[in-house]
């Protein structure tokens, strides 16, 4: 998509990197101009007025020059900078695993407004349950962010029907396979590879967080077993389709399994 010499965004801060000996790489989603990458000049100098608006995991209004090879924040506003996530480094953990599948599932320049606006929703509710235990009721909204993802990048999982016999699945242990893209009748299970069995509750949930509203899927009650079979499901579908593992799902797997007390980042 072409652009102007100087335009007005709204963006997310993906991730970030020292560039040289002042600025600031940036990594973007912007509702219109997909996922870019541009250069805040100056950034990291102590006075610097770009600074906190382009902090990793804030929502800002930018105005962005186009350069020759990457474009160049000249201003930013902080719109929502989520001040829930940075209350201990598990809470943070939670967006940045949401920001890195957003990084990892997409291609620059290549608009997706429903995603963004997806992660700013995604970002708004874990900010709000900052004052709970981030787990397991951060893990409730990773589990409905990583479905509605999997829903606009064109992968959402069958869970309604057998994904060989098209029969309406039975309240009873049907199977997940991450290379069928859904779920699995006990009937056909030899004939789906890499398949993990999927409890009836666990079928509930999938189901219940695929369809309904954020205020639905609070109300829900999810016990550390419910979601630890949540996650391995989901998981496993998003590591089939990327190929590879996700770093941050592995270090907030470490992080929660950690002995030792969170240190706030404060």
Known sequence: MSTPKLYKTEAIVLKGSDLGEADRLLTLITPRLG???????????PKSKLGGHVETLTHSLMMVAEGHTLDVVSQSQTLHSFIGLRQDLEQLSLG????????????????????????????????D????????????????????????????????????CQQELAPVVNFFSPSAGGTVCPHC????????????????????FQSDSRQACCR???GPELSLELKNHL??????????DIKSATWLDRLQHSEYPLLSTR
Do not use: M
């Not at 990773?142 to 060989?164: A, K, S, V």
């Not at 009836?200 to 219940?208: D, E, H, M, S, Y």
């Open 189 to 208: 299970r030899e004939q789906a590879a890499w398949v993990k069995p999927v409890s009836v509750n666990a079928l509930k949930c999938l189901r219940l």
């Open 220 to 222: 829900v009650k999810v």
């Open 129 to 164: 349950v900052a004052g709970e235990k981030a787990w397991p009721a951060g893990e409730t909204v990773l589990r409905h962010f990583e479905l509605h993802l999997l829903e606009h990048l064109g992968y959402q999982p069958q869970l309604h029907q057998c994904i060989h």
């Open 96 to 127: 940045l695993y949401a920001a890195d599948l957003v990084n990892c599932f997409t291609e620059e320049h290549q608009e997706n407004q429903a995603i963004f606006h997806l992660l700013v929703e995604t970002l708004d509710w874990l900010s």
């Open 35 to 45: 996922k870019l990458k541009a250069v805040a000049r100056g950034a990291r100098k």
């Open 235 to 244: 998981q496993g579908y998003l590591r089939y389709l990327l190929e590879k």
